[in-house]
């Protein structure tokens, strides 16, 4: 998409998009709950609606706009790098009324400056990267909302309806073959600096799941002592399980002879069908060592999600260059749970690997490292602090992703202790 009209009503639209929902995520409870700090591992969700609207008008209104800052004796209170969450309800933050005036008279100016702007000439502006970079950046914090309603206590506050049925009669997996693809992008507009550039990768033949690992395929693991058995564990990771007593995923408990789990203020029986979810790094690779697999790299995950094994080219997403459907993938929080394993049969890449995009994020055993040639834009902070060995990669995506901020080349991360994020994993194996 390279007309500056279609893309200022993309950008339009993404941002419309991303408001709607940050509203719904944040008028659903009452102001006690939003000011509330519903676990040390998250903000309260106060913060989170008011750094949306300093983040906007900091790089909006300010770097696009060349506009005066409204509140700059905010801007190092919704500062994330500057305050831990655990920290930020101590701050003086400003209020749940007094956050919505500010984000919506903020949001307002926005598109102002969005129907005045050429949509060339400048980084920031070219293909309208600032105003798609937004917009990615509400759904994202709208996504760590959704993790916050999900750790908070007490009855449910969203709702949603059932995603579609699983389809059965899948392999279990199938080979990818080895050869060159083309990994990252130089070309999708809205890609972020960690995405980027395009280059060439030689990744071996393996052989991948079709699906995400299901919850009664952990069971198994569960049952077969699988937390009690160092010999499946990194250091690090039965080091976790021992000082945490850790026997199963987070939100999970045992009651009498049956395993149940939380889910949005929901308790419901364990769904032995559906991608497992809430598990750290160090359980998924413990799964997987334990099922005689490992977890697929990086380059490995992203060869399965874009290549088009006949014409040899990288799609932007597994079913082709279109951008997602309700009939491709469980995005944007349409649904309140992953669909079940072998669902959006549209959404299947050519060798028929399922729900690569949507319903659970995959962790991956590879590291957060910049690709060759990576140019951190527009702030270090974004990618580059991050990069190393104490991150890990995970890919796809979940139900609570919205489709501006999920493609085939985006590139999530997270410490590999992490259990509160909406992740899961799928297995591979070598294919000699």
């Not at 939003?34 to 609606?49: C, E, F, I, K, N």
């Not at 309700?326 to 079940?340: E, K």
């Not at 990069?387 to 493609?407: I, Y």
Request: glycine share 8%.
């Amino acid at each position: 998409m390279t007309d500056p009209e279609l893309l200022r009503d993309r950008a339009l639209a993404a941002l419309t998009a991303a408001r709607a929902r940050t509203g719904v995520l944040t008028s659903s409870v009452d102001d006690r709950e939003l000011t509330a700090q519903h676990s040390p591992l998250m903000s309260p969700l106060v913060w989170d609606l008011a750094h949306i609207g300093n983040q906007e008008e900091q790089w909006l209104l300010r770097a696009v706009g060349g506009q005066d800052a409204i509140r700059p004796e905010i801007d190092s209170l919704y500062d994330a790098f500057e305050h831990p969450r655990a920290a930020r309800p101590s701050l003086p933050l400003l209020a749940p009324a007094e956050a919505r005036r500010y984000a919506a008279d903020v949001r307002g100016r926005a598109l102002d400056v969005l129907e005045r702007t050429p949509l060339r000439g400048g980084p920031l502006t070219d293909a309208a990267f600032a105003f798609g970079m937004i917009a990615q950046h509400e759904q994202q914090h709208d996504e760590t909302m959704l993790i916050t309603h999900q750790l908070r206590k007490g009855p449910a506050a969203l709702t949603a309806p059932e995603p579609p049925p699983g389809i059965e009669g899948l392999p279990a997996e199938v080979l990818v073959p080895g050869g060159p693809f083309t990994m990252g992008t130089s070309t999708e507009p809205w890609a972020l600096d960690n995405e980027r550039p395009a280059h060439h990768r030689i990744v071996p033949g393996f052989h991948l799941d079709t699906t995400p690992v299901t919850c009664g395929a952990y069971l198994r693991f569960i049952e077969d002592g699988g937390y009690r058995d160092e010999r499946w564990w990194e250091p690090a990771g039965w080091a976790m399980v021992r000082e945490h007593e850790l026997g199963a995923p987070l939100f999970w408990r045992r009651e009498g002879g049956e395993w149940l789990r939380r889910r949005f203020g929901v308790t419901e029986p364990v769904p032995v069908n559906e991608p497992v979810l809430h598990v750290s790094w160090y359980e998924a690779d413990a799964y997987a060592r334990w099922a005689g697999r490992r977890l697929p790299t990086e380059a490995e995950w992203e060869k399965a999600a874009r290549h088009d094994p006949v014409s040899g080219r990288s799609r932007r997403y597994p079913w082709g260059d279109a951008d997602p459907t309700p009939a491709h993938a469980n995005l944007g929080q349409r649904h309140l749970r992953p669909a079940p394993a072998g669902a959006y049969p549209e959404g299947q890449s050519p060798l028929r690997i399922r729900q690569l995009i949507g319903d659970v994020w995959e962790w991956t055993s590879s590291d957060f490292l910049p690709y060759p040639g990576f140019v951190a834009f527009p702030y270090r902070e974004y990618s580059e602090v991050f990069f190393g060995p104490g991150h890990k990669v995970l890919r796809g995506g979940a139900f609570s992703v919205d489709e501006v901020a999920c493609r085939g080349t985006f590139r999530n991360w997270d410490l590999p202790v992490r259990r509160q994020i909406f992740a899961g994993f799928r297995t591979a194996r070598d294919a000699t």
